[in-house]
């Protein structure tokens, strides 16, 4: 699974060292995968942590948000993530306790 942060580290320096070049907005879009991906990393070695989940489902809200809505401004759609993504911390992880001190 190291080879997620590779390409975590390819898309960053892309993103990072060519954004001059690239179409309007696309900045963001490679920001939000490189995010998305570290957060992904995380959440597959910390499954048992909430926190884990919270910082993966929030990587995967902002990478729609910026790929599918308005991205300059707090709409109902990320309102409604946040409140499913908390519920769902609270019915699966809440009652959990993690049994590795990672």
Not at 28 to 44: E, H, K, P, Q, T
Not at 88 to 99: D, E, V
Request: charged share 15%; net charge positive; glycine share 2%.
């Amino acid at each position: 699974m190291k080879w997620l942060l590779y390409i975590a580290l390819l898309v960053s320096i892309i993103t990072f060292n060519t954004w001059m070049y690239l179409p309007k907005g696309s900045f963001y879009i490679g920001n939000a995968i490189f995010i998305s991906l570290i957060c992904y990393y995380i959440y597959y070695n910390f499954k048992k942590h909430w926190i884990a989940f919270l910082l993966f489902s929030l990587s995967l809200n902002n990478l729609v948000d910026e790929l599918l809505f308005d991205n300059t401004k707090i709409q109902l759609n990320e309102l409604f993530f946040t409140l499913i993504i908390v519920y769902f911390i609270y019915k699966n992880y809440a009652r959990k306790k993690p049994t590795d001190n990672r």
